[in-house]
């Protein structure tokens, strides 16, 4: 069967930067809709989908800093930051009639749940979304590492990272068009080559607990579907 999923739970990250769509700051709610279509299709044929997502459209810690501000204080805010677009996604799925939970690393009672494993994985196997936010809960990472992270905690297949660009490139595809996209890579030539995917961080939590890794370019409709039914997206980092 071509539409039996490949993978039964998914770790996906999507980018606070996606999320910005046709503005420059904030929340496009037509990208939010586009998107809790394609997690619904996943959903839909069985496929557990847990979410991290990031703040980058609302606030980093590393660019207050660098205005100024107290870089912890800075990474407060941008993990908060991850809460307000957790909500935001979680209103879209809704609104798509497909249930979901919002977890966070930071208690914040009355808004969303506090982030808790087993219950993570209860409400996955249960059919939900579970969108983990506001990061790993500490600053100086990122949500690329909570992604890495959550996927080894709640056992999913593989985390998927979705970019602008359709995989991993020697070089900045936009600015070098002779640059080259690899089919598949190891953590260790991501990290030789400085390739710059994900922070170091990420990058050796999914080598040091062998989690694979999938960066592709989440504007291709239905692209997502692809991947979970096991089709060649993008650029995997394996061992
Ligand atoms: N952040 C943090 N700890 C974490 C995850 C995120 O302090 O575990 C802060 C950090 O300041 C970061 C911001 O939240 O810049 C937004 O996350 P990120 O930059 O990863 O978002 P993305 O680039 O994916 O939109």
Do not use: W
Not at 117 to 141: E, H, Q, W, Y
Not at 219 to 236: A, C, D, M, Q, S
């Amino acid at each position: 069967n071509p539409s039996q999923p490949r993978y039964k739970r998914i770790l996906l990250k999507l980018s606070g930067e996606a999320l910005v769509g046709e503005h420059e700051f904030g929340i496009d709610p037509k990208v939010l809709d586009r998107m809790s279509l394609e997690i619904g299709a996943l959903v839909g044929i069985g496929v557990q989908v847990g979410l991290v997502i990031g703040g980058g459209n609302l606030f980093r810690g590393a660019a207050l800093h660098a205005a100024g501000m107290d870089r912890v204080t800075g990474d407060h805010m941008g993990m908060l930051a991850t809460v307000m677009n957790g909500l935001a996604m979680r209103d879209s799925l809704e609104r798509s009639n497909i249930r979901t939970r919002v977890l966070s690393a930071i208690p914040m009672t009355g808004v969303v749940d506090h982030y808790d494993r087993r219950r993570a994985i209860r409400d996955l196997k249960d059919g939900d979304v579970v969108v983990f936010c506001a990061g790993t809960g500490n600053p100086f990472f990122t949500t690329d590492s909570a992604a890495c992270l959550r996927g080894i905690e709640i056992e999913a297949d593989i985390v998927l990272k979705a970019t602008k660009v359709d995989g991993v490139y020697s070089d900045d595809p936009v600015k070098n068009p002779n640059a080259l996209r690899y089919d598949r890579l190891t953590y260790d030539e991501v990290l030789d080559q400085k390739l710059g995917v994900m922070d170091l961080t990420a990058i050796c939590l999914c080598r040091d607990h062998d989690m694979p890794l999938r960066v592709f370019d989440m504007n291709k409709p239905g692209v997502l579907t692809r991947i979970v039914v096991g089709e060649n997206e993008g650029t995997l980092i394996a061992k």
